[in-house]
Structure formats: C-alpha cells, structure tokens
C-alpha cells in the first residue's frame, strides 16, 4: 500500500486507478478539518497534478499546469522533501485544491482517462479556438488521445476526419468513433486530394514524422496542435506555414478549473474513454500488451476488486 500526503485537509480511499498513476478516480472516505469543497462519499478525482506554488501569474490564472514548481501525482518532490507516488494505491491524500468533482453519470473506470488524456485533447480545442460547429478537424493517429479528440470534435459539431498511416483504423474511425471519414496518409494520391480542405489538425503522434503533408491538408489561417512526444526534433518547413498564414503550437493537459470544465463536458455529452479494465495481476501482461500497441485504448487498474 502507498500512502502519501501534500497537507492535512485531503482526501484518501480511492478505488479505480490508471496504468500511468495519474488518472485516478475513487471515493472520499476521510476530510481534513479545513476541508470545504468535499464531503465523505463524494466520487472524485485526481490528475497528473497535486499541488503548484498558488502564488505566481501562472496559477493564478487556473493554469497551474504550466508553474515553473508544479508537483506531479508521481516522482516529484514536495516542499518537505517527500517523493509522490502516483496511484498504485488503495488509499491516498490530496489537497482539496487539486482534487476534481466526478460527474455521477460518468462511468468511474471509463471516465478516469479524462483527467490526463481527455484533458490533453479538450484544452488545446478551446484555447486554440478549435470548436466552431461545422468547421472541419483532421485527428492524427487514433489510439488514446486521437480517439478521444474525434469524440470532442462530434461534440463540439466539427466535421471529423481520422488521418491514419493504417488502413485497418478507417472502420473503427467511422462505425465505432463516428468520424466524418478516413484518410490514408500514405496514399499520395489520397493526401493530394485533401489538399487545402481542414481548418484544424490535432496531432497525437509520438513518432517522428513529417509535418509538411500535414501543413498542406491545411486551408488559409488552418492551425496544427502537436500533442505527441516525439523523442527527436521534428522538421518545421517555413514555406508552407508562411504562404498560408498557418499556426503551429503545442499543448499540455490544463489547470484545475479547465479540467473540470472538461468533466462536466464529458457528462453533458456522454463522452468516456475506450478502455480494457484490468485487476492488480494483469499488470505485468497488460505492459507487455502495450509495448506492442494492443490496447484499445487505454487499461485501467480496478485496485478495488484486486488482492492487494
């Protein structure tokens, strides 16, 4: 069992837990005396992130996700020299401050990958003003957070368009995640044809690639969000972002505040994660699984039902 605390108004006894200990969802089992926002046996949860400075400009615009001392649910350190552990737990302590209301209605092992993943994909659609219904949205890539980022784009009536180097996603794109259509960017004359046709391009690949294709599929003023990681510098050409006045920028997660904005989201239009749920025992296999892709998309840790 893990324990851990930030002060001593918190929470602890949470019970669904995500393979990367940062999207955990569970119930409020004990309140801290200071306590005011939650209540015992209120559904809640916690994110990649436990506590921030709370003085600097950052965070006091909500956007604590970004302050040069924010501490993460797991290997980072507090201020008293204590590591946190994440959420391969049964029970944890978190400050009221960074602990998120869980909608009743959202399914507990399928909603907890929001709280990173559909974060992820949720705050660069608002910030970059990426929600105007009947505009048209390219999803690079469809595993976890493409395939949440075609279900906000539905949401938010954007025309949706999975853009895959695997034919074999188009069906699971169309039938099952309801994007508008599927294009093969390895089929150049596919790619030719979709030329100058998207305003919007979210790009969840952690591969390296190239991005000029994908400047191309963009219209006049179009913006390119890259959320992936790709562990090398990608090439940037210049000519094709300044002859069509083209944006390219970049995400990660958000505050507080957007996070559960987002959740509420997710309630009001019925959006949850793709997952596999797994005991404690499943890990090892469920790890190998994911070395090799096999995940649809995401396995979740049922820590309540597993021998601990």
Not at 176 to 194: E, I, Q, V, Y
Not at 223 to 247: A, S, Y
Request: net charge negative; glycine share 10%; aromatic share 6%.
């Amino acid at each position: 069992m893990q324990k851990w605390e930030t002060q001593n108004e918190g929470i602890d006894g949470l019970l669904y837990l995500l393979h990367c200990r940062h999207e955990i969802v569970g119930v409020v089992t004990e309140a801290g005396k200071n306590v005011e926002k939650f209540k015992v046996g209120d559904r809640v949860g916690v994110g990649v992130i436990v506590d921030s400075c709370r003085t600097c400009d950052i965070c006091h615009q909500d956007l604590e996700n970004y302050c040069p001392k924010v501490i993460f649910t797991y290997n980072s350190i507090h201020p008293d020299g204590t590591k946190t552990q994440g959420g391969y737990s049964d029970v944890m302590v978190v400050d009221q401050g960074y602990v998120l209301r869980f909608p009743d209605n959202l399914p507990p092992d399928a909603g907890a990958p929001l709280i990173c993943a559909g974060i992820t994909v949720y705050s660069p659609m608002q910030y970059y003003g990426m929600t105007e219904p009947g505009k048209h949205l390219g999803v690079v890539g469809l595993g976890g957070l493409g395939h949440l980022a075609v279900k906000f784009g539905k949401a938010f009536g954007l025309k949706v368009t999975l853009i895959s180097t695997s034919p074999k996603k188009e069906v699971e794109a169309i039938n099952k995640l309801g994007a508008d259509s599927f294009l093969l960017s390895t089929d150049p004359s596919k790619m030719k044809d979709a030329m100058c046709t998207m305003d919007y391009i979210i790009d969840t690949v952690s591969a390296v690639h190239p991005l000029a294709p994908l400047l191309g599929l963009l219209k006049l003023n179009g913006k390119l969000v890259n959320l992936g990681l790709p562990d090398k510098p990608l090439e940037l050409p210049m000519f094709p972002m300044c002859l069509g006045r083209k944006l390219v920028g970049g995400s990660n997660i958000g505050g507080i505040k957007e996070t559960q904005e987002m959740l509420d989201f997710c309630a009001e239009h019925n959006i949850a994660s793709e997952i596999e749920l797994i005991r404690m025992d499943d890990i090892n296999a469920a790890m190998e699984r994911l070395a090799k892709s096999d995940v649809k998309y995401r396995f979740v840790i049922d820590v309540g039902n597993s021998s601990l």
